[in-house]
Each structure stands twice: as structure tokens, then as C-alpha cells.
């Protein structure tokens, strides 16, 4: 009686157990024939995470990965496209050495793009499965949206452009919506949580100040997730902006743009569209709508003057939403409350009736965008702000200094914190506590 | 320093020479001014010496002469030596270094020594611009425009400063004023007609177009966002390759993360220290701070690292599903069946027996539950009607009563009381003549029969007729605490704590005879208590319960009750669950057939435990204490072995007030209707009903 070699493998008998089931990193590699930097891009993008074997058959120190989950890798398209990058750059790199500047040109507009959709589609099969992990999408996308673009760093500026943008889109929709639920300032920066579609989301926005991109971080890592959530967090608000009957990419006032104010711009950019649609379809409401918009666009243009024809061109997108007694924004709020919910109906109304102005110091991006979501009206001072200062109407200006100058009688004076707080208990808090330079 | 000056002098004096000789050439060839500056030089140079020299120079720049003066000095070197372009070396061992212009040999110059080489360039500032011309054999003095001239040279420059490499140009031939073209040929007939092989390299390119030989690059294709999720209302699950994990959400921020959190959770200075201290990976990830406001709140530093963390945490950490139990703690509460559905149990007192003046020490109900008897501390004995709350009799005893008992046979009404170091057993004159008469009979003790008894008990207890009350007098030795009856009425025990071996006594009364037990006795014995339907004995020692077989004469079990000191035991009607009751205010559930520790520990009194009880028929149990509060818990048993007992607290009962410390001292059930007797230290027995 020999006894048999505990692991001897007779030849042409298969592997079984944690063997056949799983191979560590380094010969998925090999099998995939590609190198470890893509094979982590691709981790990434097809969201593939090393899996723990009960036996650890090569070592506690290996990393493991479910055979199925390489083959899957292997018959991803993405991997002949990146196979196809890598000649193409290798072609690049041989024209520019030989001086071939035009064919070089040629040659990187033709670089093969890898396609996210189809893996977003993939990853995310309902769109509620998408809602669901978008935390962290968010999250980073905010925090891109801060970075400063830094060529040795390898954040190229339309990265960072087009993150902000993404970030004011997607806020621009919960503010419309009215789905923000909480916000709470922490030291970290912002958090919000906003509730879309029976989805609870939360992400962070960092203060808005110059982060620092620290050296022990690995960017490019980073990069290749905002590969894919950058068309994620696109395609996802493309969704909700069709839900609500808006296009997608919206078209934005380049004056307000250039004045940083993208939220604000994006949101009226919202109110002028959505009020839009159902003039279209109901004839009468529009035609009293536009006798209105008549009588009070002379009145308008007798007290501002002076206002240049931009702004009297924004006045008019706004004020159907002013009027209070336009039919159309009744049969638009009647459509629409059969759909809302009890929670999205009382934040809207929160702060339905009060007017805001917020002062220099006060953080403005973060108030633009949660005073709107519960239904207040807001301006701020600097240019381009719908309503000065001196407007009478104001009820609560917002201030974060240690004292006040000049005080209207009108309005009380609050700590930023008044709105978060009021916002996370749902009523509108007494101001006592949050007096000037308290 | 003399030898030195001397050889200095020496080429001085030579070059002097040289220079006269060569003056006169010099006169003879060239020009005007600069002949005159040159002699000048020579003269003036051994006369003032090597310092001086220089400063020559310097004045001839300075007067404006120098272009010239360069460009003559280097016609005068020209002509010294004519031995024309022949290699140098030839003259190596000669003692001349060639022929001047008249033919006559030029010697060489003395060579100074190296040391006195050395010494001169030290002490002249000038060295660095002197070079030793080989060919004229001296050393030449560059000036300050042929260094800089040289400093040009070796920049690629062009060697004089004012020449410009890239001057204007000047288009000399005049263009405007031209009538003719400057060639009078025709325009050639190409110039006029298509060219043919451009056609037909049009040609082949259409044709290769039409062929599909040439293909364009396509126009950029904008792939912007669309509608992706259009009809996802099909799928209902995800239907990806392998099971799906989603990753873990993050932890929401907690207070600790606020910029103006609450005081409690910034840590101190030390705190901040000690995490110095730790292990890297022990250390907290984020130290709270405090800002007053929110203008002062800083960009958060770590942001950047704390969204890569996550980042590597989403692609590099396995993703197991971790099968947590996920347990609602509501769910793992027992499931209690409502106080409702558990009636009926006593809620509310009803009546209070009114007489005793000392606290009540303890009660009895008679079996038929029409009456009940008292015992106080202040020497008396009562009888009371429970319906109605008259006192039917009293016996003054005379001294503060331990404990009283119904004998449990209906037809037998006497009543076993302990009074100090007494027992007795009295008559309570209730029931028919016949049932008197058999009790009379039974209570008469012959006064020969207490002699021969064995021989240890017959001094421990003397049995007495006492005829003050008409009953037996039982004389111990020591303070008897308690007296349990058998079930038949025949049997009594007696417990003395202080009676060491003899602590638990059985009497047989109808023979008026005193048993030891037969067992060793472990602990100080606090109570004793019959089965209710075996021949099974239970002690009740200190720390534990023992269990004996009183026929077989054997012990049977031990109990543990992990209680510091207990002071009461009940034994279920069924026999087989009981509870003691302890000192420190636990009650203890054991169910015998499931083990011997304890199956539940109720710890609901702060105070003592003076008494616990069962109910004879109802699923009821009652504890009473020192804390003025009576508790009755329902104690379901059931009859299948594989079900635990159920023990459902029902209700608390108050109104007994304090006095020196001590609450209700004992607690009795109805044995048929779910009521309670309670006796009090404040001198009352209250019956609580349903």
C-alpha cells in the first residue's frame, strides 16, 4: 500500500475545488495577456472584485479572482479596444518621432474610444440599480468638480469642467424636484441626502475652496473610476431630466455661466422649459399666460429701465413662476401633485413663502442649491443675482459675520447653520438661536 | 628677494633691447601716431617697471587710439622673428630662436626657474592676461579689447562688437519705376490649359473613391448621454454573470464629524498625543475640531485621500456576503401572551384585616379558604374571616410569633405555631362536634410517651400538653423559624437554623414523635418544605436546595441556586418546579426535570424576599418583600416535558407601607379563588383580588 502524493494530479484529469474555481492575479494576467494597469482599468470599469476562496491554494498573500469572472473579462470588447489604443499610440509615437506632425494629428483624432454604455448598461440593468450605487459616482464627481486641474497631476481642465457640470445638473434636478431630504455640514464638507425614486442617496461636496491633490494618491486610479462614472452620472441625468420633459443637455446663458453661477442658471433654465411644455399643449392656458406675461412686461420694463435686455429676457422666463395667479402654473402644480408624494410635498412648501439673500461670506453654492429644493426663493450679492439687497420683500438674509451693519427691519438676520437645521427638522426653526455673530 | 629682482631686471634690460632694435623697423614701416605710442611704451617700461606697465596700456584705451594701436602692435611682433612657418621645435636646441630682419640671430631669453616663475606671476595681478609667445620667445601682455575679443571669439561671435551679423537689407535695384518685366518671354500655353495629368490623376482618384480603394475619415461622432434606461420595466432582477454584491454603503457622518460639534467629542491635547503613540492602523482616521462658524471652516485636506480610500476599497476588497443573522431584538424577547389573556390574578386590594398591633409575621388560610390565621410580633395569634374580615379568635401566646400553619386536612382545624423556642399546636375550636372530638383526641399527649423516644430527639423536643390554649406545646432547644405541614395533616417539620444536626426535625403527631433527619445537613437550613404528592423532602439551605427521598432515606439532588442567602422556598403543586427566594431580592425558577441550576433568575425586588408562594390550582406564583411590594408572575407548567415553563410577570402589588426597614413579611394564596393575602410590617394583612 503506497500512499498516494496528496497532490498529485494525474495528467488529463481536470483541477477541482478552489483550484478550478479560482486563479490568483498573476495568471489571470497571463491569460488575459494584458498588463496589470489595464487589468485594473478594467476591474474598474466592469466592477470585477477579487473574491475569497476558502482554501487559499496558492498563498494567504495572493489575490484571487473567480474564473468565470476572468472569462468575462476576457470576452470583454473593451479589452480589444484597449489592445487596439496601445497600437494606435504606438503609431503615434513612431509619426511624431519621424517629424510626421500632420499624421500624428490624424492618427489621435482616430484613437479608438472605449464605449461605457453598453458597460453601464451592463452593470446597472434597471435604472433603479443605478440610483442605487450612484453615492459614490456622486461623491466623486463633486470632488472633481473642485480639484484644480493640474497637468503634472493628469486632471486635464475639461475634466473638471465637465464633472462641474455634470454636479450642477444633477443638482439642479433634486432642487427642482424638491427630493432633498437632509444636508449636514461637516468638516469634510457637505453632505446631502436626497431621496430619487425610493433611492436613498447620499454624497459629499467638498467646501468650496482649493483642495489639494496630495502625492500619496494615485490619480490615475481615480481617473479610471471617473471614466466610468462621469458618463454614468450623464446618462443617468439624461433620465431624469427626460422624466421631467426637459432636454438634456440644457442650454445655459453664457452670461450666467461666466459668472459661476451655473446652478442658478440650470434652474431657471428648468422653470422656463418645464413651464413651456404645457403651454404648448394647452392653447388657452398659454394664451392666458402670454396676455399676462403682456401686461406685466411693460410694467416691468417701466421700474427696471435701466436693466440691460438680458436681464429683462430673464425676468420674462421667470415670471409665470412669480404670478401667482397664473392659470397655467395651477394646472401645472395640479397635474403634479398627483404624482408627488407627502415627503416631496412638504419640502417644498418649507420654505415656500420666504425670500432669501445671501450675504458675500456665506457659502453660496450649497445655499443656491438646498434653499431652491425646499421651495424659497434666493438671491445673492454679485452680479447677475435676480433681486438686490434692497428688495423689501426679503425675509431672511443670511449672514456669517460677526455683526451686521446696516439692518433692515423687514428681514431677520441668520446663520447659514438655520437653514441646515430648519431643513433636517422639516419646520422652520425660531431664529433666536442663529442671530449675527453668535 | 635680491635674486629674484635680478632676474626680473635681466629680461627687462633684453627686452629693451629688443624693443630698440626693433623700433627702428617698426619707424620704418608703418604709420604715424601709433610708431610715437609705441616707442613711448618701451621707454617708459624698464624705467617704471612691471606695475606700471599695464597702467600704460590702460591710458592709451582710454585715449581713443586703441584700434589702431592693437593693429600696429601686431605689426611690429610681425617682422622680430623671420624664420617663417617652420615647425619650432628645430630651434629646441639652438641657442637662438631665429633671425631678425637683418639676418642676425635672436638669442633666446634666459629662462626664469621655476620657483622665480612661480614668485613673479604670484606677485603680478596682470598674469592671467599674460601669454608667452613661443614664436618671438617673450611673453606678451593681452589688453582689455583682446580679452574681450577673445571672450567673443569663444562665443561664436564675431570678434568686434560693433559688427552686425544681420544688418538691413538694402534692396538697391529700384522696382517702382521699371516699365518691362524683367523677362520679355511669352506666358507659356500651360499656363492657359488644364493640365492633362492632373485630369488623370483626378480620374484615378474618382475611380478609386467609386471603388472603395479610398475612404474618408467619418466625421466625428458626439457620444453624448441618451436615453439609456428606456424599457427597463422588463427586467425584474439583475441578471449579471456571477452573484452581484453591491458594495457597502459609507457610514453616514455622526456628531463627530460637524464642524461645530458638541464639546464631549474633541479630544484633548493628551488624547491627541496619545494617539502618537499607537499603531498607525489603531489611529483614529479623524480627529474632530471645533470652528465657530462656518465662514472658518477650512478645505478639508484628506478629501482627496479619503475618496481615493474608497476608490481602492471598491475594486481591491473582496465582496463577501456576510450571512448575518440580521435579528430584529424585538423578535428575540420571548413571546409573552398578553396580562389579558392571564386573568384572573390579584390586582387590587379588597380587604384589610385590621387588630394586630406589631407587624404581622405571618399567615395561614385554612384549606376551604374561609379562614385565616395571623401571627405578630406583639404576642398574638388571630383568627379572621376572610369574607368579611372579623376577627374570629385570639390566643395571647406571649411572646413574638415566627410562623403559623393550617394543618392542610379540611376536617382537622389546628394550627401549628412557632414562638421563640416553641411550637404549638392549637385547637382552633372550628368544625362539628365530631371533628372536635377526633381533634381533642389527637391533641392530648400522654404524658409517659415522651420518654421513650429515641434517645438524641427526646432531648431536643419535649412534647408538652399546654392548657392555657388547649393544645401541644412543643419544646425545642433552640428559635424555630418556620413550620411546614406534610400534606396528610399528620407530619409536621420544624426548622431551627441554630440546631446544627438537629435543625430540620419531622414530627409525627398523631404517635407525638420527633425524627432527626438521617442526612448530614449542608449549609445553615432556612426552610423545609414536603412535596406536594411524594415522599420527597426539600431543605432549603443558605446557598443551596437538597433534595431528599424521605421513604427511600436517600438524597436525591442538589440545587444550585447561585444565590448569596436564600430565605424562601415554594414547591410547585405539579412537584416538579420550584422557586426560592433570596436575600438580595432574586427569585430563582428551577425546573428539576431540565437541571439543577437555576431555569430562570428573576431579579425584580431591590429589597429582600421574605416569602414565595404557589398557587394551589391557579398558574399563579406571588413574591413578597421588603421593598412594600408584592409581585405575581403567572408560572405556567406544562404537562409536555419538551416545553419550558412559561413565567409571565403579571402584576404589582402596593400598599403596604415600611416600618423599621421591613416590608410585607409574608404572602399566602386563596388555595381556590386567585387571590392573595399579604401580612405587613405596618400591622395590617391586606387581601388582594382579581
Not at chain 2, 448621454?225 to 449579471?240: A, M
Request: charged content about 30%; some cysteine; aromatic content about 8%.
Amino acid at each position: 500500500m503506497v500512499k498516494a502524493v496528496k497532490h498529485y494530479r494525474p495528467p488529463g484529469k481536470k483541477k477541482e475545488g478552489n483550484a478550478a474555481k479560482f486563479v490568483t492575479r498573476s495568471q489571470a494576467l497571463k491569460q488575459l495577456q494584458i498588463n496589470l494597469p489595464l487589468f485594473r482599468k478594467l476591474c474598474i470599469l466592469k466592477g470585477v472584485t477579487p473574491r475569497e476562496p476558502k482554501k487559499k491554494f496558492k498563498g494567504t498573500h495572493q489575490t484571487y479572482y473567480h474564473v468565470k469572472d476572468v472569462a468575462f473579462l476576457h470576452h470583454e470588447p473593451l479589452l480589444e479596444i484597449h489592445r487596439e489604443i496601445r497600437v494606435h499610440e504606438r503609431k503615434i509615437k513612431k509619426a511624431e518621432a519621424k517629424k510626421n506632425l500632420e499624421r500624428a494629428k490624424r492618427l489621435r483624432e482616430k484613437t479608438p474610444k472605449p464605449k461605457i454604455d453598453r458597460i453601464i448598461r451592463q452593470r446597472y440593468p434597471r435604472f433603479v440599480d443605478a440610483l442605487g450605487e450612484l453615492d459614490d459616482c456622486l461623491s466623486m464627481v463633486h470632488l472633481f468638480a473642485a480639484l484644480p486641474a493640474a497637468e503634472s497631476k493628469k486632471i486635464d481642465i475639461e475634466c473638471v469642467h465637465k464633472c462641474r457640470r455634470l454636479a450642477h445638473e444633477w443638482q439642479a434636478f433634486i432642487s427642482r424636484t424638491h427630493k432633498l431630504r437632509k444636508a449636514f455640514v461637516s468638516v469634510k464638507g457637505i453632505y446631502y441626502q436626497a431621496e430619487v425614486e425610493g433611492q436613498k442617496i447620499t454624497w459629499l461636496t467638498p467646501h468650496s475652496l482649493q483642495q489639494v491633490v496630495s502625492d500619496d494618491v494615485d490619480v490615475i486610479t481615480m481617473l479610471n473610476f471617473l471614466q466610468l462614472y462621469e458618463p454614468l452620472l450623464g446618462f443617468v441625468n439624461f433620465r431624469l431630466y427626460h422624466s421631467i420633459n426637459l432636454k438634456y443637455p440644457p442650454i445655459l446663458d453664457p452670461r450666467l455661466e461666466a459668472l459661476a453661477a451655473d446652478l442658478y442658471a440650470l434652474s431657471r433654465y428648468a422653470n422656463a422649459n418645464v413651464n413651456a411644455v404645457p403651454s404648448v399643449v394647452n392653447s388657452e392656458a398659454s394664451q392666458v399666460a402670454e396676455s399676462e406675461q403682456g401686461d406685466a412686461k411693460p410694467k416691468r420694463d417701466d421700474i427696471e429701465h435701466e436693466k440691460s435686455e438680458l436681464r429683462l429676457a430673464q425676468l420674462q422666463h421667470q415670471l409665470p413662476t412669480n404670478e401667482p395667479g397664473a392659470l397655467m402654473q395651477l394646472v401645472e402644480e395640479a397635474a403634479s401633485e398627483e404624482e408627488v408624494d407627502q415627503d416631496t410635498r412638504e419640502c417644498k412648501n418649507l420654505f415656500k413663502d420666504l425670500k432669501f439673500f445671501l450675504s458675500r461670506e456665506v457659502p453660496r453654492e450649497s445655499l443656491l442649491f438646498v434653499i431652491p429644493a425646499f421651495g424659497g426663493i434666493v438671491s445673492w450679492e454679485g452680479e447677475g443675482a435676480p433681486f438686490q439687497e434692497s428688495d423689501q420683500s426679503i425675509t431672511h438674509q443670511i449672514v456669517d459675520r460677526d455683526s451686521q451693519g446696516h439692518k433692515f427691519l423687514s428681514r431677520e438676520y441668520v446663520q447659514p447653520q438655520w437653514v441646515f437645521d430648519s431643513v433636517n427638522a422639516r419646520i422652520i426653526l425660531p431664529t433666536v438661536d442663529y442671530m449675527v455673530g453668535r | 628677494m635680491s635674486p629674484t629682482k635680478q632676474n626680473e631686471e635681466d629680461p627687462h634690460v633684453s627686452d629693451s633691447d629688443t624693443d630698440s632694435t626693433y623700433e627702428d623697423s617698426s619707424a620704418a614701416d608703418d604709420d604715424d601716431g601709433d610708431s610715437f605710442g609705441s616707442p613711448s611704451e618701451s621707454e617708459s617700461e624698464p624705467a617704471a617697471g612691471d606695475d606700471s606697465e599695464p597702467d600704460e596700456h590702460g591710458e592709451s584705451d582710454s585715449s581713443g587710439l586703441h584700434q589702431e594701436e592693437s593693429d600696429s602692435s601686431e605689426d611690429e611682433v610681425a617682422p622680430r622673428n623671420t624664420v617663417g612657418d617652420v615647425p619650432l621645435h628645430w630651434y629646441d636646441d639652438e641657442p637662438h630662436i631665429g633671425y631678425d630682419i637683418k639676418g642676425k640671430k635672436i638669442k633666446k631669453k634666459d629662462k626664469l626657474d621655476k620657483l622665480g616663475s612661480f614668485l613673479a606671476n604670484v606677485d603680478d595681478s596682470k598674469n592671467w592676461r599674460k601669454v608667452y609667445d613661443e614664436y618671438n620667445d617673450e611673453e606678451v601682455e593681452l589688453t582689455k579689447d583682446e580679452v574681450k575679443l577673445v571672450r567673443r571669439l569663444l562665443k561664436n561671435r564675431a570678434p568686434h562688437a560693433d559688427f552686425n551679423p544681420y544688418p538691413d537689407y538694402v534692396d538697391w535695384f529700384k522696382w517702382d519705376g521699371a516699365k518691362h518685366p524683367l523677362s520679355n518671354a511669352p506666358e507659356p500655353k500651360r499656363r492657359f490649359i488644364p493640365s492633362k495629368w492632373e485630369a488623370k490623376k483626378v480620374v484615378q482618384y474618382v475611380r478609386a473613391i467609386r471603388k472603395g480603394l479610398i475612404t474618408f475619415d467619418k466625421p466625428k461622432e458626439e457620444d453624448g448621454p441618451y436615453l439609456l434606461w428606456e424599457d427597463d420595466s422588463g427586467l425584474t432582477e439583475k441578471s449579471n454573470h456571477l452573484a452581484y454584491i453591491p458594495a457597502p454603503k459609507q457610514k453616514l457622518p455622526g456628531n463627530e464629524e460637524s464642524y461645530n460639534p458638541p464639546l464631549e467629542y474633541i479630544p484633548t491635547q493628551e488624547e491627541i498625543n496619545s494617539y502618537q503613540l499607537m499603531y498607525e492602523e489603531d489611529r483614529p482616521k479623524f480627529i474632530p475640531k471645533r470652528f465657530t462658524s462656518m465662514r472658518s471652516i477650512p478645505a478639508y485636506e484628506n478629501a482627496m485621500k479619503d475618496c481615493f480610500e474608497r476608490c481602492l476599497d471598491l475594486y481591491l476588497c473582496p465582496r463577501v456576503r456576510k450571512k448575518r443573522l440580521n435579528i430584529d431584538p424585538e423578535s428575540l424577547k420571548p413571546k409573552l401572551p398578553s396580562r389579558k389573556e392571564l386573568k384572573p390574578y390579584p390586582t387590587s386590594c379588597y380587604i384589610e384585616y385590621k387588630g394586630h398591633e406589631d407587624a404581622v409575621t405571618s399567615i395561614s388560610v385554612e384549606p376551604s379558604g374561609q379562614w385565616i390565621a395571623s401571627g405578630s410580633s406583639d404576642g398574638t395569634v388571630r383568627i379572621w374571616e376572610v369574607e368579611t374580615g372579623r376577627c374570629l379568635r385570639r390566643w395571647d401566646v406571649g411572646e413574638a410569633v415566627n410562623c403559623v400553619a393550617w394543618n392542610p386536612q379540611p376536617d382537622v382545624h389546628i394550627l401549628a405555631v412557632s414562638l421563640g423556642q416553641d411550637v404549638l399546636i392549637l385547637n382552633t375550636h372550628l368544625g362539628d362536634d365530631e371533628e372536635q372530638k377526633k381533634i381533642k383526641e389527637l391533641l392530648s399527649v400522654d404524658t409517659s410517651t415522651p420518654s421513650d423516644d429515641s434517645g438524641n430527639s427526646a432531648t431536643s423536643v419535649r412534647w408538652l400538653q399546654d392548657d392555657k390554649h388547649g393544645g401541644i406545646k412543643l419544646k425545642f432547644f433552640k428559635t424555630v423559624t418556620a413550620v411546614e405541614w406534610h400534606r396528610k395533616g399528620d407530619y409536621f417539620s420544624t426548622v431551627m437554623p441554630a440546631g446544627e444536626s438537629r435543625a430540620v426535625l419531622i414530627h409525627h403527631l398523631s404517635k407525638k414523635l420527633t425524627q432527626k433527619l438521617p442526612f448530614k445537613l449542608h449549609g445553615l437550613a432556612v426552610r423545609s418544605t414536603f412535596h406536594p404528592s411524594r415522599s420527597i423532602f426539600f431543605i432549603c439551605t443558605k446557598q443551596s436546595v437538597r433534595v431528599y427521598d424521605l421513604l427511600k432515606r436517600k438524597f436525591i439532588k442538589k440545587l444550585d441556586t447561585g444565590l448569596r442567602e436564600a430565605s424562601s422556598i415554594a414547591v410547585h403543586p405539579g412537584g416538579d418546579n420550584l422557586i426560592v427566594g433570596s436575600k438580595e431580592g432574586k427569585l430563582c425558577w428551577f425546573d428539576m426535570d431540565l437541571s439543577s441550576k437555576p431555569y430562570k433568575t428573576l431579579k425584580c425586588h431591590p429589597k429582600d424576599i421574605n416569602n414565595v408562594v404557589y398557587h394551589r390550582s391557579y398558574p399563579l406564583f406571588a413574591s413578597c418583600s421588603d421593598d412594600c411590594n408584592a409581585y405575581v408572575f403567572h408560572g405556567m407548567v406544562y404537562s409536555d416535558l419538551n416545553q419550558n415553563p412559561l413565567i409571565v410577570p403579571l402584576e404589582i402589588l402596593r400598599g403596604h407601607t415600611s416600618s423599621d426597614g421591613r416590608g410585607i413579611l409574608d404572602c399566602k394564596f386563596h388555595p381556590r379563588q386567585p387571590w392573595l393575602f399579604t401580612a405587613g410590617a405596618d400591622k395590617l394583612i391586606k387581601l388582594y383580588c382579581h
